[in-house]
């Protein structure tokens, strides 16, 4: 469990990236930061294993202050996937992915060992494992980047828009891997995104943030979709997405939010008859 008591951060400039947030992530479910750039999701994201210190409040990680922790060894407890690949370039993929195991202490045997499983389980072509970064597509690399934040089977995933700079297409295969892997594995996930679709599909919980850095709803995305908080969510949901990727199908209780899967999102209940 992850626990953001009251944070804020101002950096040295004056910018005031995270105004106050308190936010408890429950274990092994995937909870979104959603927010346009400069909201403040990747300094909130890097206050988990100290790569920011905040200015105020404090984050827990299991009720354990990350204060207190030593950050290099919380770094290797805490699965991290970065904006871009964040990728070794002078490294092969299969040496990309070994790297945390070994850094914590793992055997080779057994580091090339997961590094293998993980790569499988992202799905990666055998060929491309003895290649460099930079001679993957971009979609290619971020699987390496989940392999990569996976191979120390660490309970937390920090994902950072991991899937930012990839086409359609690849993404949307990409996002249903974490879903798929997600059924499977059970981490507890903090994953950060400008993207609404995105959260709605990953979500289950949503939290959208307003430039500032200050919590404008915290909510499941069948309560964001059927009753945004205010014109800022509702604007961010936003009617031409919301055309695209959600549509209304009528229901015995009300409308029923479907996805662009025509998965159900929630209801949006009927008013009350007038008699
Ligand atoms: P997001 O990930 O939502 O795009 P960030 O957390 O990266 O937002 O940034 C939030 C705000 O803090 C932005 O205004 C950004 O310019 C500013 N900021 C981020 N990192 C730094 C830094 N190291 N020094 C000064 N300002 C920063
Ligand atoms: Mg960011």
């Not at 909130?44 to 060894?73: C, I, T, Y």
């Not at 690949?85 to 070994?102: D, F, I, K, Q």
């Not at 507890?188 to 430039?211: G, S, Y």
Request: charged share 25%; net charge negative.
């Amino acid at each position: 469990m992850i626990e953001f008591q009251h944070v804020g951060k101002d950096y040295p400039d004056g910018t005031r990236a995270v105004g106050d947030v308190s936010l408890s992530l429950e274990a092994g479910s995937c909870t979104v930061l959603v927010g346009s750039s400069g909201s403040g999701k990747t300094t909130l994201l890097r206050m988990v294993n100290r790569m920011v210190e905040p200015s105020r409040g404090r984050v827990l990680v299991d009720g354990r202050a990350v204060r207190e922790a030593n950050p290099v060894q919380l770094r290797r407890e805490i699965g991290y996937v970065m904006q871009g690949s964040g990728l070794l370039p002078h490294r092969t993929v299969l040496a990309n992915v070994e790297t945390v195991p070994l850094l914590r202490g793992e055997s080779k045997q057994e580091s090339r060992r997961r590094a293998l499983l993980q790569l499988e389980r992202v799905g990666l072509d055998p060929l491309s494992y003895s290649r460099y970064p930079g001679q993957l597509s971009g979609g290619q690399q971020q699987r390496v980047g989940v392999a990569r934040a996976l191979a120390s089977d660490p309970d937390v995933l920090l994902m950072d828009e991991p899937f930012g700079a990839v086409d359609p297409l690849v993404r949307a295969e990409l996002q249903a891997q974490l879903r798929a892997l997600q059924d499977e594995l059970k981490k507890t996930i903090l994953f950060v995104t400008h993207d609404m679709d995105e959260a709605l599909l990953l979500a289950d919980r949503i939290v959208v943030l307003r430039p500032g850095g200050e919590i404008a709803q915290d909510a499941t995305p069948e309560e964001i979709v059927s009753a945004p908080a205010d014109d800022f969510v509702r604007g961010f949901l936003g009617l031409d997405s919301a055309q695209r990727a959600l549509h209304l199908q009528p229901g015995a209780a009300g409308d029923v939010v479907l996805d662009r899967f025509g998965r159900p999102l929630g209801v949006v209940p009927r008013a009350p008859q007038e008699s």
